[in-house]
T-cell receptor, first 112, second 112 residues
Framework: GAVVSQHPSWVICKSGTSVKIECRSL??????MFWYRQFPKQSLMLMAT?????????EQGVEKDKFLINHASLTLSTLTVTSAHPEDSSFYIC????????FGSGTRLTVV | GQQLNQSPQSMFIQEGEDVSMNCTSS?????WLWYKQDPGEGPVLLIA?????ELTSNGRLTAQFGITRKDSFLNISASIPSDVGIYFC????????????FGTGTRLTIIP
């Protein structure tokens, strides 16, 4: 149980375009989901907390207008990277806490 | 947020050897989580610790919640090839908070 599904697993996009990443809790409801970013050979850094039915809360230094989060249902949160640039290339991972922290399989974003 | 420092940063061992790694914090944690991350994947929860002094096992893995609540240890006995990966400790930002801060990671490599 407590499976978190993330899609797509990888995406390549052109600089200036937007990319949407989906995070779903498959067998439980998640009023709160979390989005992390991981640069190569580094640890996971929390970007924002996605709250069902309300605005996301962002960590210091994360641009809310660039990383749009929508949590329209109890099983789905989306992260949209707007006007992507090469420096946004990273591994994005979502999490939904059932108990102990369940993570999606991640999305490798490459901006060219 | 709190900083979690993991030691060692990397380990090169032979199959069958035991492994020990630790995680230290500058502040008190009330929960310690240990994750393993394979390349290109999200982290997978190995062990969760909720009480100071707690010692918990999961197969060949054993983790302990330090008495001071500022550290935790993870041991792997009789390592096998599938143990290769990066091990992260993590803890909540604040008491009762579901947001996690991750350690710097320990990369485990098994030498053939």
């Amino acid at each position: 149980g407590a499976v978190v599904s993330q899609h797509p697993s990888w995406v390549i996009c052109k600089s200036g375009t937007s990319v949407k990443i989906e995070c779903r809790s498959l067998d439980f409801q998640a009023t709160t989901m979390f989005w992390y970013r991981q640069f190569p050979k580094q640890s996971l850094m929390l970007m924002a907390t996605s709250n069902e039915g309300s605005k996301a809360t962002y960590e210091q230094g994360v641009e809310k207008d660039k990383f749009l989060i929508n949590h329209a249902s109890l099983t789905l949160s989306t992260l949209t990277v707007t006007s992507a640039h090469p420096e946004d290339s990273s591994f994005y991972i979502c999490s939904a806490r059932d108990r102990g922290g369940n993570f999606g399989s991640g999305t490798r974003l490459t901006v060219v | 947020g709190q900083q979690l420092n993991q030691s060692p940063q990397s380990m090169f061992i032979q199959e069958g050897e035991d492994v020990s790694m630790n995680c230290t914090s500058s502040s008190i944690f009330n929960t310690w989580l240990w994750y393993k991350q394979d390349p290109g994947e999200g982290p997978v929860l190995l062990i969760a610790l909720y009480k100071a002094g707690e010692l918990t096992s999961n197969g060949r893995l054993t983790a302990q919640f330090g008495i001071t609540r500022k550290d935790s240890f993870l041991n792997i006995s009789a390592s096998i090839p599938s143990d290769v990966g990066i091990y992260f400790c993590a803890g909540p930002y604040n008491f009762g908070n579901e947001k996690l801060t991750f350690g710097t990671g320990t990369r485990l490599t098994i030498i053939p």
